[in-house]
Every structure is written in structure tokens, then in C-alpha cells.
């Protein structure tokens, strides 16, 4: 496999785990050496692109007695390997795509083992050695008919795929307003019961309690009680088609040192995030796993989502109470942000008088998880309602205001259907600055080290 040429060195030198990505490359062209690398640019169902790598190629396909060849192209995430490829069919000019179990309309190819991806027990040969036997079951290409000479079985096929509804004929439902919640437990339940008080326009919301997190339960209660709009489920494949995905799942460990306790939540991410965003390709990702910022960073690095579409709870349950308290004592009515890292510790937070007060707030009044809940409802609802309103929330925070590394942290963001947008940055005191310095760099040397 050639991979010398400059402009997949370029796009290459961009790709989180490179020597990794470029070993699986070795080892996909040694089984399939038809599989050709290139370059392109991957449009998502937002809009937004990025410049990727591409395997093109054919697969041999055996049916009633003969061979075919399908043609199909891998576009490789810049955190492969550790995310799964997109896969799609790439017909001829002669060739029309049968719809089904495991290809849509557009040819994008939906596989178990790209639900169930886990690197390294998952690789690019093994999940083509899958298409292979999943196409000789079920063919997801057929030749073109002329007019004098259909096929009615090829006919019943295509027929098959329409939707009849009030409004006519079409290929595709209407996309509903569905909410998921990863993760049970207190701010679990209270996330699932804020977001059906606060957003009206919901249509479904699906409850999946982690077994592999430590904030478990709550589940059975809800099946018990039946309350409309809610799906309760164990399967993250639930999840599928939502327009936001909140991820309350922690699996903290009885480790003493604090970077192995929040290794086991980043281990547990790994088993859920990649799987999360593929089936949700268009979804907002609202982390409230704590810590907040650094899960936020990995969910990022884990799902091969833009940065836009991945942010933390974050500061706005603090910004809420900031404003509040102002308003209050200074008749102000006007919002106010908290920003950086998310920090119980005042005393080096840098935050001001009415903040404290906001605190005092938090510990007298409800518990911690019901606050978070409705913190993390307001914000669905911004996204949902594409409101275009202002939350601190964490995000990829490099570039603002002169912070050159790769950090996520609480900053002032417009949010709505299309996830987040930045504020320009705001000119901070000497004081401040420094504790936001300080910030950084203590979330950059944890990143440093944790095995995402």
C-alpha cells in the first residue's frame, strides 16, 4: 500500500494515533491489496467536512453461483483506529442500491461489527471479512433493468422501500425530536425527568442504563411506571436517530490515585462513545461524567464528531446561579458566564463574591444531581428548540483567547440544532488570566496522562 504520496502524508500527520492507523493500513492491504488509499473531504449529515483518509476498492461477493464484485469506500476518522470506519456503497452507473437490513438508501453499510467496534479486538479486515457474508446473504446491489425488461422481484423491492404518509410518497420518516440518556442513577433520573418537564417538543426520550457503570439503577422504576414519550432499554442501539445524546455514565474505581480513577471512567467511554456516535452521526454529545472537561475531551477524541457537536455540562449550571444571585442583589437582568475549569474549590477558581453565594445556594437548596439535571434539560432544550441562546458549556477551548493547546473547558457558546459557537474572546484581568493559565495547564497534563 502506498501511502508516500504528499498528500496523504499531510492529511496523515493530522491523525490522533498515526503509527497506529498506518500499521492497520499495512495490515488491510496484505488481505485485501485491492482496498487503494487516497484523499478526500467527508461532508456529515451537518454539513461540516473534514479532509480524510479513504480506502476504495471491491469486494468479492458469491451469489446463487456467481461472483460479484462490489464496489465500497472506507472513510477513515482521524481517530482510527479506535473508531470505526463510515462505510458506504459506491455503485456503478449500472448498479442501483436494494435497501436493507444492513445498507440505507444512500449506501451507507450498517454492520454489528461496526456497532460493536473495540480496538484492537476489531479491525478493517475482520469488519470487511462481515460484508462479505452479510452481502452473499442479503445482495444490496443489483443491476439496472431497461424498461422492456424488469424484474418483478427487483421491482417489489424498490417499491418496498417508499413510505406512504398524509403528505406523499418519500424514502425517509420525518426526524423526530429524540433524546437519549446514557447512564442511570441519581443525575441519570433526574436528566431523563428535567428534560421531559423543560422540552415540550420532545418526541421521544430513550433511558439506558450502563451495566458497566457504577450509577446504576433507577431503570426498573420507570419501567414500572410507564410514563409517556420514555423507551427504557439496556441496548445503546436504542439510542439510534438521536438528536441529542447525554452521557451521565461514570465507573469510578476504589483506586487511591486520582489519574487510575479517571482512567476507569475513560475505559468505560471507550466501550460506549464510538458506538454512540455512529448511530447518531448528527447528534449534540452533553457529557455530565465527571470530570466534566476532561470526559468532555475524551468523548471528542472517542467519537470522531466535530467539536461542535461534542460539549460538557460544564459551568452553566453556575452561570445560571451567577446570574440569578446578580439579578437579585443588583437588579441587573442581564446574564452572566462562569468560565474555565469546573471546580468546587473557590479559593482557586477566581470567582467572585456573588458566586460564592451562588454556592451557598447549591449546598442548601436540593441535591447536587437534581441541579445538574435540570441544568443539563435547559441546555437539550437550547439545542432542540435551536434557540440560539448563550450557555457556558465545556468545549474545545483552543484558539480562545490566546490558548494554544488542545483543551476542553467552560466557554460562553451559542447553542442550537447545529450544536455549538463559540463567543469571541473577552479580555480577562492579570489575576484571572493566570487561574485560567493554571487551568490549562493542569487539564493538559492529565490528558497526558490518561490511554484514551
Given at each position: 500500500?502506498?501511502?508516500?504520496s504528499?498528500?496523504?502524508?499531510?492529511?496523515?500527520?493530522?491523525?490522533?494515533f498515526?503509527?497506529?492507523?498506518?500499521?492497520?493500513?499495512?495490515?488491510?492491504?496484505?488481505?485485501?491489496?485491492?482496498?487503494?488509499?487516497?484523499?478526500?473531504?467527508?461532508?456529515?449529515?451537518?454539513?461540516?467536512?473534514?479532509?480524510?483518509?479513504?480506502?476504495?476498492?471491491?469486494?468479492?461477493?458469491?451469489?446463487?453461483?456467481?461472483?460479484?464484485?462490489?464496489?465500497?469506500?472506507?472513510?477513515?476518522?482521524?481517530?482510527?483506529?479506535?473508531?470505526?470506519?463510515?462505510?458506504?456503497?459506491?455503485?456503478?452507473?449500472?448498479?442501483?442500491?436494494?435497501?436493507?437490513?444492513?445498507?440505507?438508501?444512500?449506501?451507507?453499510?450498517?454492520?454489528?461489527?461496526?456497532?460493536?467496534?473495540?480496538y484492537p479486538?476489531?479491525?478493517?479486515v475482520?469488519?470487511?471479512?462481515?460484508?462479505?457474508?452479510?452481502?452473499?446473504?442479503?445482495?444490496?446491489?443489483?443491476?439496472?433493468?431497461?424498461?422492456?425488461?424488469?424484474?418483478p422481484?427487483e421491482?417489489?423491492?424498490?417499491?418496498?422501500?417508499?413510505?406512504?404518509?398524509?403528505?406523499?410518497?418519500?424514502?425517509?420518516?420525518?426526524?423526530?425530536?429524540?433524546?437519549?440518556?446514557?447512564?442511570?442513577?441519581?443525575?441519570?433520573?433526574?436528566?431523563?425527568?428535567?428534560?421531559l418537564?423543560?422540552?415540550?417538543?420532545?418526541?421521544?426520550?430513550?433511558?439506558?442504563?450502563?451495566?458497566?457503570?457504577?450509577?446504576?439503577?433507577?431503570?426498573?422504576?420507570?419501567?414500572?411506571?410507564?410514563?409517556?414519550?420514555?423507551?427504557?432499554?439496556?441496548?445503546?442501539?436504542?439510542?439510534?436517530?438521536?438528536?441529542?445524546?447525554?452521557?451521565?455514565?461514570?465507573?469510578?474505581?476504589?483506586?487511591?490515585?486520582?489519574v487510575?480513577?479517571?482512567?476507569?471512567?475513560?475505559?468505560?467511554?471507550?466501550?460506549?462513545?464510538?458506538?454512540?456516535?455512529?448511530?447518531?452521526?448528527?447528534?449534540?454529545?452533553?457529557?455530565?461524567?465527571q470530570?466534566?472537561?476532561?470526559?468532555?475531551?475524551?468523548?471528542?477524541?472517542?467519537?470522531?464528531?466535530?467539536?461542535?457537536?461534542?460539549?460538557?455540562?460544564?459551568?452553566?449550571?453556575?452561570?445560571?446561579?451567577?446570574?440569578?444571585?446578580m439579578?437579585?442583589?443588583l437588579?441587573?437582568?442581564?446574564?452572566?458566564?462562569?468560565?474555565?475549569?469546573?471546580?468546587?474549590?473557590?479559593?482557586?477558581?477566581?470567582?467572585?463574591?456573588?458566586?460564592?453565594?451562588?454556592?451557598?445556594?447549591?449546598?442548601?437548596?436540593g441535591?447536587?444531581?437534581?441541579?445538574?439535571?435540570?441544568?443539563?434539560a435547559?441546555?437539550?432544550?437550547?439545542?432542540?428548540?435551536?434557540?440560539?441562546?448563550?450557555?457556558?458549556?465545556?468545549?474545545?477551548?483552543?484558539?480562545?483567547?490566546?490558548?494554544?493547546?488542545?483543551?476542553?473547558?467552560?466557554?460562553?457558546?451559542?447553542?442550537?440544532?447545529?450544536?455549538?459557537?463559540?463567543?469571541?474572546?473577552?479580555?480577562?484581568?492579570q489575576?484571572?488570566d493566570?487561574?485560567?493559565?493554571?487551568?490549562?495547564?493542569?487539564?493538559s497534563?492529565?490528558?497526558a496522562?490518561?490511554?484514551?
Amino acid at each position: 500500500m502506498d501511502l508516500t504520496s504528499e498528500k496523504i502524508q499531510r492529511i496523515l500527520s493530522k491523525y490522533k494515533f498515526r503509527d497506529v492507523a498506518v500499521e492497520e493500513l499495512e495490515k488491510i492491504h496484505r488481505i485485501y491489496p485491492g482496498m487503494k488509499p487516497s484523499t478526500g473531504t467527508y461532508t456529515f449529515s451537518d454539513s461540516t467536512q473534514k479532509d480524510l483518509l479513504k480506502l476504495t476498492g471491491t469486494i468479492p461477493v458469491q451469489y446463487e453461483g456467481r461472483s460479484y464484485n462490489f464496489p465500497i469506500q472506507l472513510w477513515l476518522l482521524d481517530s482510527f483506529p479506535f473508531t470505526p470506519p463510515i462505510c458506504h456503497l459506491k455503485p456503478t452507473s449500472n448498479m442501483v442500491i436494494r435497501e436493507g437490513k444492513h445498507v440505507d438508501a444512500r449506501g451507507r453499510i450498517h454492520l454489528p461489527g461496526l456497532h460493536n467496534w473495540d480496538y484492537p479486538k476489531s479491525s478493517v479486515v475482520g469488519l470487511l471479512n462481515e460484508m462479505v457474508t452479510k452481502f452473499q446473504e442479503d445482495p444490496p446491489l443489483s443491476s439496472k433493468t431497461t424498461p422492456d425488461n424488469k424484474d418483478p422481484h427487483e421491482l417489489l423491492a424498490f417499491v418496498s422501500n417508499f413510505r406512504i404518509s398524509d403528505g406523499g410518497i418519500g424514502h425517509h420518516d420525518q426526524p423526530i425530536n429524540k433524546v437519549s440518556v446514557i447512564g442511570g442513577g441519581d443525575l441519570g433520573m433526574a436528566s431523563v425527568m428535567s428534560i421531559l418537564s423543560k422540552v415540550i417538543t420532545l418526541d421521544k426520550l430513550v433511558f439506558i442504563d450502563v451495566a458497566e457503570s457504577s450509577t446504576k439503577g433507577g431503570s426498573t422504576d420507570l419501567e414500572i411506571f410507564s410514563l409517556p414519550k420514555v423507551e427504557v432499554s439496556r441496548d445503546i442501539s436504542a439510542s439510534a436517530g438521536s438528536r441529542v445524546v447525554v452521557v451521565t455514565a461514570n465507573a469510578w474505581s476504589s483506586e487511591q490515585s486520582y489519574v487510575t480513577v479517571v482512567q476507569t471512567n475513560v475505559d468505560l467511554y471507550r466501550g460506549i462513545i464510538p458506538n454512540l456516535a455512529r448511530l447518531s452521526p448528527s447528534a449534540v454529545m452533553l457529557i455530565a461524567s465527571q470530570p466534566v472537561d476532561i470526559m468532555t475531551h475524551v468523548a471528542w477524541r472517542q467519537s470522531g464528531l466535530p467539536p461542535t457537536h461534542v460539549i460538557g455540562a460544564g459551568c452553566n449550571l453556575d452561570s445560571e446561579r451567577l446570574s440569578h444571585v446578580m439579578d437579585i442583589n443588583l437588579n441587573t437582568h442581564k446574564p452572566a458566564w462562569v468560565i474555565g475549569e469546573l471546580s468546587d474549590n473557590k479559593s482557586e477558581s477566581g470567582r467572585n463574591d456573588y458566586l460564592h453565594i451562588s454556592f451557598e445556594i447549591m449546598k442548601n437548596r436540593g441535591q447536587r444531581s437534581w441541579s445538574v439535571g435540570l441544568s443539563i434539560a435547559d441546555i437539550t432544550n437550547s439545542v432542540l428548540t435551536d434557540k440560539k441562546v448563550v450557555h457556558s458549556v465545556s468545549t474545545l477551548a483552543q484558539g480562545w483567547g490566546g490558548i494554544a493547546v488542545e483543551v476542553f473547558l467552560s466557554l460562553p457558546c451559542i447553542m442550537g440544532v447545529n450544536g455549538s459557537t463559540r463567543l469571541a474572546g473577552v479580555s480577562l484581568g492579570q489575576q484571572e488570566d493566570s487561574k485560567l493559565r493554571n487551568s490549562v495547564t493542569s487539564l493538559s497534563s492529565l490528558m497526558a496522562q490518561l490511554r484514551i
